[in-house]
């Protein structure tokens, strides 16, 4: 059996990987003042790492444009940008949709911490909004 100081010292990985549904490992707790990225498709279809990209992929049907980052980690980044994508062709290719962005749920993957889901929120008309992937699991390497 334990102690129970085992298992305090272990909560914050086991509440990640609650979220994320990996195995609890010590090694990957992260730290307040860990860089955090994202895996980033955009311009270049085997990914990158990236922190604070322009242009970000969120999945196969969506992208964001011309981000401005308003906060990046330890736990969240906030943006906006243009939201586009394969559900709202032909009318947003030449006027994509004003978005806000919010990266959360950050996992250890090699030894560096990555944003794992993403949510948005846009004005978007209701045909639209049916088809838009408003959140969804990110990338990871």
Do not use: H, I
């Not at 709202?88 to 911490?113: F, I, M």
């Not at 088809?131 to 969804?136: F, Q, V, W, Y």
């Amino acid at each position: 059996m334990r102690p129970l100081g085992v298992f305090l010292a272990l909560a914050p990985a086991l509440a990640l990987t609650a979220a994320c549904g990996s195995a609890p490992v010590a090694k990957t707790q992260m730290s307040a003042t860990q860089e955090v990225y994202v895996f980033n498709t955009y311009g270049a279809e085997e990914g990158r790492v990236d922190q604070r990209p322009a242009d970000l992929v969120l999945s196969e049907f969506s992208t964001l444009n011309s981000v401005a980052w308003r906060s990046w980690g330890p736990t969240r980044a906030l943006g906006t940008g243009k939201l586009s994508g394969s559900w709202c062709l032909p009318e947003c290719a030449d006027a994509p949709y004003d978005a806000t962005v919010t990266l959360n749920v950050v996992q250890p993957v090699r030894g560096k911490a990555y944003f794992t889901r993403y949510e948005l929120s846009a004005q978007l008309p209701p045909k639209q909004r049916e088809s838009a992937d408003l959140e969804g699991r990110l990338p990871t390497p």
